[in-house]
Structures are given as structure tokens and as C-alpha cells.
């Protein structure tokens, strides 16, 4: 059995679990749900940066993401900050759809699958 | 090429496919739809207990889960009996988005990838 | 590090992301959008034959589906494109829930991950 390594574990979630060189995140939502679709998806794409380094690999080596928005009209706003964070060539693939979230002011949720 | 195994398989899906070391399990639905959201998750995580047992593995080994909520509303209970559920320290990563399931009286579905 | 191989990658998302012979697919759309949920479904499907093709596996290898309708109404025609096409006892483990898509004329977008 190989080891599973889990960062920030609470009652209902990890942060993120590695086993066997996959490093499952979270779905992430912002914390600060005063902003706009920009800013979150700045700070979702940024705590996801931070999660990975810890699993010690980087945006480079995304494998998967499902991307929810509370409204689907915000896929062209987000998509610019997902496409100017993403390095050329090193796109996950990716499933973008509507769902209503934990919180009516969270724009947006992202939840990646990455290798080390 | 390693080796798959299926179990539960039917003309549209498998109750759990594993291969090379990771399990991957059906979004879980309750059968007793006249349950409320206690009662539904309740039965949910004793067929993914089962479904786990069968490929040599436990609750203790999730790697990441996914969750709908025909109600997001229902989140805090649905949360309550997952927590209890889950063991100290070692829940997966997870996203929890509402969405219309294929029964209006389906009130949660889960779906889990676990690691022998 | 093993070695990511992507397809048809492009700003925001591949097609397909293979890593250690895991085979990550994008959620799947139709192109032609005149189509009704039927004829949606074997687009789909078609497609995702190709990207499993063209890293080396088959329908035969499925793992894991995420299927999301515009309409859960749409299920059960949906489910008779998809339980004809899929091999007899290789089904995946598989969750299918309502969400708005991309574009209101998507009926069905299909995400899954096989293994080589």
C-alpha cells in the first residue's frame, strides 16, 4: 500500500490528497466573495498555485479540472483569467458548467487533478 | 496493460471500477427515496462502505469526492452525517454543488474515488 | 516524473491528458447543435471514440463518466445511445446530473477517464 499524504484536513474535506504521484485538490472557492467574477477566479487560481507547491509539482502538470459557475454567463470573464494563468500548451482537460454553490455570492469553484 | 475490475456492472454503469491501485466508485443514490436528507445520506455512505469493502478497501483511503445536493440548502445536514462518517483526518478532497438528480425525490449523490 | 502527453490543446482546455496510463478526457460536447438529444449523444460519443484512439485504448477501457444533461428529462434517451455503444459488462463507474451548459443549445456534455 502506498502512502497517501493529505494537506489540511478538516471535518468534511482535505485541501488536497496525493497518493501515487496524483495530487487531487479540493474544489476551491474564493474567500473573499466581495468580488467580482475577476477576483475570484484570481483567487481560487492563486490558492490552487499554493496547493500544488506544497504536493510539490505546479500548474504545468494539470491533468483534469471541473470548473462551476453560479452563472454560466460568467464563462467568457472567467475564461481570461484561466487562460492568461494557464502556461501555453499545459491545459487539463476540463468540464465548465452551471450549479448553484455553497454560498450565493461564490461566483465560482475550481477543482483540479494534477501529477507530480 | 494492467488488469480492470468491475463490480455491479450493468447495461449503463458500474457499481465500482478499479484499476491499478485506485477505485472508482458510481455517483451513490438512495434506493428509500421517502427518507429525508439524514436518512439518505445515511444510506448513501453505507453502500459506498460496501462497495469499498468489495475492492479490498475502506473509508479511510478516499482520495476525492464529489457531491450533489438537489437542494444546496441541505448542505449543513447532509454535512453533519458526512463528518461523523468520515474518519478523524482523512477525508478526501471534495467539491459540494447543488444540481437536479434523476429522481426529484433523490435529495444527495456521491461519488468517490478511493485507493486500495 | 513520468510524462504528461496532451491532445489538442489549446487556451483553456486538451482534449485528452495522458499520465502514467490514465487517460483524462475533456467533457465532450456536440458540434452541430441542431441535433436532438439522440443525435447529440452519438456525436459525443463518436468523439470520445476518436480521443481514446488516439492514445492508444478504447471504449472497452472506460473507468469513470461524468455525464451532465441541460435537461434530466432527456435520461433515458440519452441512456439508450449510451448502454447501445457502451461494450457488454465494461461499463464505468458513472454519476449523469442536470446543469446549464455552456450554450443553451447543448443538451449533453460527457467527461470520462479511461486507462490504456
Known amino acids: 500500500m502506498s502512502k497517501i499524504h493529505r494537506t489540511g484536513a478538516n471535518d468534511i474535506l482535505s485541501q488536497a490528497v496525493e497518493y501515487h504521484g496524483f495530487v487531487f485538490l479540493q474544489g476551491v472557492v474564493p474567500k473573499n466573495l466581495t468580488q467580482d467574477i475577476k477576483g475570484q477566479t484570481e ?20 491533468l483534469q479540472a471541473i470548473i462551476w459557475l453560479s452563472d454560466i454567463g460568467n464563462r467568457n470573464a472567467m475564461n481570461a483569467v484561466w487562460s492568461a494563468w494557464l502556461p501555453k500548451g499545459a491545459a487539463p482537460a476540463r468540464a465548465c458548467v452551471e450549479a448553484k454553490l455553497a454560498d450565493p455570492r461564490i461566483l465560482v469553484e475550481i477543482m483540479v487533478t494534477a501529477c507530480r
Open 43 to 62: 483567487e481560487v487560481l492563486a490558492e490552487i498555485d499554493r496547493l500544488l507547491e506544497v504536493h510539490g509539482t505546479d500548474k504545468t502538470r494539470l
